[in-house]
Antibody, heavy 118, light 107 residues
Framework: QVQLVQSGAEVMKPGASVKVSCKVS????????MHWVRQAPGKGLEWLGG????????VYAQEFQGRVTMTEDTSTDTAYMELNSLRSEDTAMYFC???????????WGQGTMVTVSS | DIQMTQSPSSLSASVGDRVTITCRAS??????LAWFQQKPGKAPKSLIY???NLQSGVPSRFSGGGSGTDFTLSISNLQPEDFATYYC?????????FGQGTRLEIK
């Protein structure tokens, strides 16, 4: 059973960058197609991007193109999501998520709260 | 982008009732449709994938239907632990998109 454990809450200033980690156990990070989803307080789910297993490349939501970078460290089986030029609207819970099949969202991290405030 | 529209946005029901939530895609997505349940302060939980397939461990009172553009999530014999928010999601085409959510409350 895959388990995902994320890094702790962050409080950031506007304009700063944040990097959230997602440690994989039960499989290797390279065997999984990792995605990232966020949820602003009281709002719905929003996909930021993930790994396309068919084209074998990362795909990002248009809204975040140029501002988000998703990477992996195969030596520690950890995935990362970095978001730059933070603004108050980026205040949200950020989740890493993956699954047994391509683009399936079976396993979720516990979430990392990112608060952007001056 | 494919827009996913859920209805209703909120729903009140009693323990033991049967409820149905609908999800409509702005274009055909075959059966690349998933349903999630989310409780306050928790990560979403996968209930159904490929429109009709129940995830392991999910009670059989949950069922999914539909294909193309119109989908349903039905819950029969509602239990107290079922009161939560439900989201549909399409994964036929990037960007992956979610419905706005349906809040299921106790009457």
């Amino acid at each position: 059973q895959v388990q995902l454990v994320q890094s702790g809450a962050e409080v950031m200033k506007p304009g700063a960058s944040v990097k959230v980690s997602c440690k994989v156990s039960g499989d290797t990070v390279t065997a999984l197609s990792m995605h990232w989803v966020r949820q602003a307080p009281g709002k719905g789910l929003e996909w930021l991007g993930g790994f396309d297993p068919v084209e074998r490349e990362r795909v990002y939501a248009q809204e975040f193109q140029g501002r988000v970078t998703m990477t992996e460290d195969t030596s520690t089986d950890t995935a990362y999501m970095e978001l730059n030029s933070l603004r108050s609207e980026d205040t949200a819970m950020y989740f890493c998520v993956t699954g047994a099949a391509p683009d399936s969202f079976d396993f979720w991290g516990q979430g990392t709260m990112v608060t952007v405030s001056s | 982008d494919i827009q996913m529209t859920q209805s209703p946005s909120s729903l009140s029901a009693s323990v033991g009732d049967r409820v149905t939530i609908t999800c409509r895609a702005s274009q055909g997505i075959v059966n690349y449709l998933a349903w999630f349940q989310q409780k306050p302060g928790k990560a979403p939980k996968s209930l159904i994938y490929a429109a009709t397939n129940l995830q392991s461990g999910v009670p059989s009172r949950f069922s999914g239907g539909g294909s193309g553009t119109d989908f349903t999530l039905s819950i029969s014999n509602l239990q107290p632990e079922d009161f939560a928010t439900y989201y549909c999601q399409q994964y036929n085409r990037y960007p992956i998109t979610f419905g706005q959510g349906t809040r299921l409350e106790i009457k």
